[in-house]
């Protein structure tokens, strides 16, 4: 028994040692034969880059959007085929916000919020195209948001209208790059604020939009402002992410009331939450892992094939040497162990080289999106291209291990 | 003395097309342990299905093999594997060597199918490569050796599991008279030492070198004598 676990092992040793002499005799060959391997493993270890990349991106973004927050608008997130049915809903209305900030009981926090783009001036410096938001004082804590100077608006001035301005951060370097802004005056659009106080820096949803980018003016002054004929958005925030449903049921039947539609008919109004946005990630995830698991599969089943056939190459042109390892002991379940080591090493021998060069091309998907390879990715490679070498190797090395000794030491 | 080698009646055939081809027909032999022993015959008679029969290689249609009293005609591929790593110790006229190894790998191999340990590997092939000369050169691949050196790896290999037999397929039908001649030299040695060997030859001289002299035509037996040694020097 001791005996038979230690011939094994210095068989495997044997095999490794084999077949590296075999992989450096024949460089070009083998490079050549594991090319499928190589591409196999090139594009899951990018599958899997990609993939934690936007499962970073997912991760730092939703947090933005709070997991307990409802939004409560004419469009369902994510529904591009009912644009004209959402369209052509009635807005929601300042009314309606009050009324649900009457009656709710299971919320916390519930602000309305309005949007329209100015161009925000001061001094010789102006800056188009801000995203001018008017809201209450609830929305800053429901959006986790912190001033870094000054302060925000109370709710006494968020209803009464006072002509005072809380600026994004980006906003407050282009228009005030060498003051600080903080009960200075800025022009939006025509109308003259009081900046009171400037957000910390927020950064990008999805670096697609920078949230920073942006000034907060209170809901009234907006409407006497800027038109009182907008369509609001009201944000609700549950306060506890496990009552979620029951925040949504309740806001759900406040809004049907006081928007009077009738039971049986759908709602006319949307209440989006974070969830809309885990699923579209994941269906972008599951997209990605698709076609690079399909590309995966149809190039480690080409390498398998190519890394079976050279193989069968290499059992013909070695049928001498198996001959003599028979001839000075070797049994079949040693020849067998040697030629599965063997296409084992090419296998690995692509997967490795798949590995390098995954590498920089995976610092090349961190230009897009900020990621790197997972340690996880590398061991999965190595596995599969281990498996891989295994199975095509498999066919060959049993035909090695039968050959008739006899006859094999008579080839030429 | 006990039998090393006892068979009894044995055939050979193969099937070729519609015919059968006899390559050994009824042959009977007993080798004893110590015996030094060549089988000769014209080109075709069956000496090298012989050797490889008595080598475990290949296995008879019919008749009895007994090989240190086991049955082997009754043995299973690994069994037959493990007589020819343990007993057996081949030399073949093309050396039959592996061309990728150095000398020291090709004569360690045998004993690492045997699951012998690194250093007392090393120090068994470092013997066996000693006694046949070529201690100087365990690093050399194949084809950085002489002919004659590179059958005197393939005996070292032979030798360097302490066999109960050598068995050699004209050894020197590859070398020049004067390597051959020491090779024969080399058997000499081995069988003053203890060494069984059987040889096979189509040389007369080659065969003078032996003790006992089987001659093979059309697969029998023709001849077994036994040649009594002049003692020359
Ligand atoms: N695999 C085989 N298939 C068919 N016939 C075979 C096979 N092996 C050997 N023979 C036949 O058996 C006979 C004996 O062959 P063997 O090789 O033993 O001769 P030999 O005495 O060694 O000849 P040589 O001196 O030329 O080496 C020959 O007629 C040969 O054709
Ligand atoms: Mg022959």
Redesign the pocket.
């Known amino acids: 028994m001791k005996r038979n676990f230690s011939s094994f092992w210095f068989e495997i040793r044997e095999g490794i040692g084999m077949s590296f002499s075999a992989i450096r005799a024949n460089k070009m060959r083998s490079s050549l034969t594991t090319l499928g391997i190589v591409i196999g493993i090139v594009s899951v270890t990018l599958m899997g880059t990609a993939i934690e990349g936007l499962d970073r991106a997912f991760n730092e973004n939703i947090t933005k959007l709070g997991a307990d927050n409802l939004y409560v608008q004419k469009f369902a997130w994510f529904d591009n085929d009912n644009w004209w049915k959402f369209r052509n809903r009635k807005d929601i209305k300042m009314e309606q916000f009050f009324v649900v900030q009457r009656e709710i009981t299971s919320a916390t926090l519930v602000t309305p919020v309005v949007g329209t783009v100015k161009t925000v001036q001061h001094k010789s410096k102006d800056l188009p195209g801000v995203f001018t938001v008017g809201t209450s004082d609830q929305f800053f804590p429901l959006n986790n948001m912190n001033v870094e100077y000054g302060r925000v608006f109370t709710e006494a001035e968020a209803f009464g209208g006072r002509p005072v301005v809380v600026l994004g951060s980006a906003v407050a370097e282009n228009v005030f790059p060498n003051e600080s802004p903080v009960g200075k005056n800025v022009r939006v659009g025509t109308h003259t604020y009081r900046c009171i106080g400037v957000l910390e820096k927020q950064g990008s949803f999805l670096g697609l939009f920078s949230l920073d980018n942006r000034v907060f003016v209170p809901i009234n002054s907006f409407f006497t402002r800027f038109g009182s004929e907008w369509g609001i958005q009201i944000h609700v925030k549950a306060g506890d992410s496990k009552n979620m449903d029951e925040t949504k049921e309740e806001l759900r039947g406040i809004l049907r009331k006081v928007r009077r539609v009738p039971p049986g008919i759908e709602d006319d109004f949307a209440i989006n939450q974070q969830d809309l946005f885990i699923q579209t990630f994941n269906a972008i995830g599951l997209v990605i892992a698709g076609i690079g698991l399909f590309i995966t599969a149809l190039s480690l089943f080409v390498g398998a094939i190519g890394i079976m056939n050279i193989m069968f190459v290499t059992v013909k042109e070695r049928t001498k040497e198996i001959g003599i390892r028979k001839a000075i002991g070797a049994r079949r379940k040693t020849i067998l162990l040697q030629f599965l080591i063997e296409s084992s090493s090419l296998s690995l021998f692509g997967g490795i080289l798949g590995i390098i060069i995954s590498y920089p091309l995976s610092l090349l998907i961190n230009q897009f999106i900020p990621t790197s390879m997972p340690i996880a990715i590398i061991v999965v490679a190595i596995l599969i291209s281990l498996i891989v070498g295994v199975v095509s190797g498999l066919l060959p090395a049993i035909r090695a291990s039968k050959l008739d000794p ?2 094999a030491l ?1 080839y030429e | 003395m006990p039998n090393v080698i006892n068979i009894q009646h044995i055939s ?1 055939s ?3 097309g519609d015919q059968t ?4 027909e009824d042959v009977s032999l007993r080798i004893d342990r110590g015996e030094y022993l060549a089988i000769m ?12 029969m008595l080598g475990c290689l290949d296995t008879p249609t019919s008749g009895l093999y007994q090989f240190n009293d086991a049955n082997v005609s009754s043995m299973t591929d690994d069994d037959l594997a493990r007589i020819r790593n343990k007993e057996i110790g081949f030399v073949f006229q093309t050396f039959n060597l592996l061309a990728r190894s150095n000398t020291l790998h090709n004569v360690e191999l045998p004993l690492i199918y045997a699951g012998i340990r690194k250093e007392e590997r090393y120090r068994r092939a470092l013997e066996a490569l000693t006694h046949v000369g070529l201690e100087q050169r365990i690093h050399h691949k194949p084809n950085e050796l002489s002919g004659g050196q590179r059958q005197r790896v393939a005996i070292a290999r032979a030798l360097v599991t302490k066999p109960s037999i050598i068995l050699a ?2 050894p020197t039908g590859n070398l020049d008279t004067k390597t051959g001649d020491e090779i024969m030299q080399l058997f000499g040695e081995l069988h003053k030492e203890g060494h069984t060997i059987i040889l ?1 030859t ?1 040389e007369e001289y080659i065969a003078e070198h032996a003790h006992r002299i089987i001659r ?1 035509r059309d ?1 029998r037996v023709e001849k077994d004598e036994v040649v009594i040694k002049q003692v020359k020097k």
């Open positions: 006899v006859e008579r | 050979k193969y099937e070729m081809v006899h390559a050994l015959g014209p080109s075709g008679s069956g000496k090298s299905t012989l050797m490889n397929d004209e096979v189509h093979l697969g």
